[in-house]
């Protein structure tokens, strides 16, 4: 595939569809220097978007936790990302629907005055870990760590929260991983860059509390997929020496659906039977 500014195809832009190579800002957008941008990560499965109006109320709501309004209701939003697939043929894709503060009258750290924008772009995008989808994901253990939600919206999904992950995510692939596994700011294990994450011990399920971290749409299907099996779950606060008595371990997220992982650091899991059975549960939902 070309690099994601060099494509055919069109994007959805404040309300039009633009060619895919001009759909451009200004250098002094506010997002670009202080990161007031929001964003969601959302699959179509045979011409339907899983979860579609949830990752758009989200969306609205994630502006609102950095102090912006989009301009674009939830219906709106909705129709924007039908109309962004019909544009680019595309009925099996990932969609990409963001909003951010566009250049105006400040270029402070204060920016009331610029206007919000919104843009919607899909493309075709297969397993985000690649063979680790079947075999098993290795993760590093990041250095850095999720921050408190006294300094952080940790429940919008601000592109801002995603720097830490992004050098995280450098600094694994280093080490020949997939991924990495990030603490929160008191020690405990939180999930990994751009996915929740559940461990399995004794047949029964253990997640961490999101409380410094975004509770992931997929996390709270793969949640109700539990419940509904009649599997035991623990939603707690998880200490890094317990890895060693988890016996599976899976991520979960838009774009890792569910992931098996074969090891974090110098612990090792199997894919086992209950990690497969959810993966392909998953699978049979997100396709009904």
């Not at 206007?115 to 590093?140: F, I, Q, R, S």
């Not at 004794?202 to 509904?228: A, C, I, Y």
């Not at 008595?245 to 838009?254: A, I, N, P, R």
């Not at 569910?258 to 059975?277: C, M, N």
């Given at each position: 595939?070309?690099?994601?500014?060099?494509?055919?195809?069109?994007?959805?832009?404040?309300?039009?569809?633009?060619?895919?190579?001009?759909?451009?800002?200004?250098?002094?957008?506010?997002?670009?220097?202080?990161?007031?941008?929001?964003?969601?990560?959302?699959?179509?499965?045979?011409?339907?978007?899983?979860?579609?109006?949830?990752?758009?109320?989200?969306?609205?709501?994630?502006?609102?936790?950095?102090?912006?309004?989009?301009p674009w209701t939830v219906d709106?939003?909705?129709?924007?990302?039908?109309?962004?697939?019909?544009?680019?043929?595309?009925?099996?894709?990932?969609?990409?629907?963001?909003?951010?503060?566009?250049?105006?009258?400040?270029?402070?750290?204060?920016?009331?005055?610029?206007?919000?924008?919104?843009?919607?772009?899909?493309?075709?995008?297969?397993?985000?870990?690649?063979?680790?989808?079947?075999?098993?994901?290795?993760?590093?253990?990041?250095?850095?760590?999720?921050?408190?939600?006294?300094?952080?919206?940790?429940?919008?999904?601000?592109?801002?929260?995603?720097?830490?992950?992004?050098?995280?995510?450098?600094?694994?692939?280093?080490?020949?991983?997939?991924?990495?596994?990030?603490?929160?700011?008191?020690?405990?294990?939180?999930?990994?860059?751009?996915?929740?994450?559940?461990?399995?011990?004794?047949?029964?399920?253990?997640?961490?509390?999101?409380?410094?971290?975004?509770?992931?749409?997929?996390?709270?299907?793969?949640?109700?997929?539990?419940?509904?099996?009649?599997?035991?779950?623990?939603?707690?606060?998880?200490?890094?020496?317990?890895?060693?008595?988890?016996?599976?371990?899976?991520?979960?997220?838009?774009?890792?659906?569910?992931?098996?992982?074969?090891?974090?650091?110098?612990?090792?899991?199997?894919?086992?039977?209950?990690?497969?059975?959810?993966?392909?549960?998953?699978?049979k939902l997100v396709r009904a």
């Amino acid at each position: 595939m070309a690099g994601y500014d060099d494509r055919d195809g069109k994007i959805w832009m404040d309300g039009e569809l633009l060619d895919w190579r001009g759909a451009k800002v200004h250098v002094l957008t506010h997002a670009l220097h202080y990161a007031s941008s929001v964003f969601e990560g959302e699959r179509c499965y045979n011409g339907k978007i899983f979860r579609s109006r949830d990752h758009s109320e989200r969306l609205i709501r994630s502006g609102e936790m950095i102090d912006f309004e989009i301009p674009w209701t939830v219906d709106q939003i909705e129709a924007a990302k039908q109309e962004a697939l019909e544009a680019n043929g595309l009925s099996n894709a990932y969609v990409r629907a963001f909003a951010w503060r566009g250049a105006g009258d400040d270029m402070g750290v204060a920016s009331a005055r610029n206007p919000v924008h919104l843009a919607v772009a899909v493309w075709e995008w297969g397993n985000y870990y690649g063979e680790a989808k079947t075999k098993g994901a290795k993760l590093d253990i990041a250095k850095w760590k999720r921050p408190s939600p006294e300094t952080a919206p940790s429940q919008s999904k601000a592109a801002g929260l995603y720097m830490i992950a992004t050098m995280s995510k450098h600094a694994a692939e280093a080490k020949g991983c997939s991924d990495a596994m990030m603490m929160d700011y008191r020690g405990y294990v939180a999930e990994a860059t751009g996915a929740n994450i559940f461990f399995v011990r004794d047949g029964e399920v253990h997640t961490p509390t999101p409380d410094s971290f975004l509770n992931g749409l997929t996390r709270q299907t793969v949640l109700q997929m539990l419940h509904e099996r009649g599997v035991t779950v623990h939603e707690r606060h998880i200490m890094p020496d317990e890895l060693a008595d988890f016996e599976q371990c899976w991520l979960t997220g838009t774009a890792a659906e569910v992931t098996p992982v074969g090891q974090i650091g110098d612990y090792k899991f199997e894919v086992g039977a209950l990690t497969r059975e959810i993966s392909d549960a998953y699978e049979k939902l997100v396709r009904a």
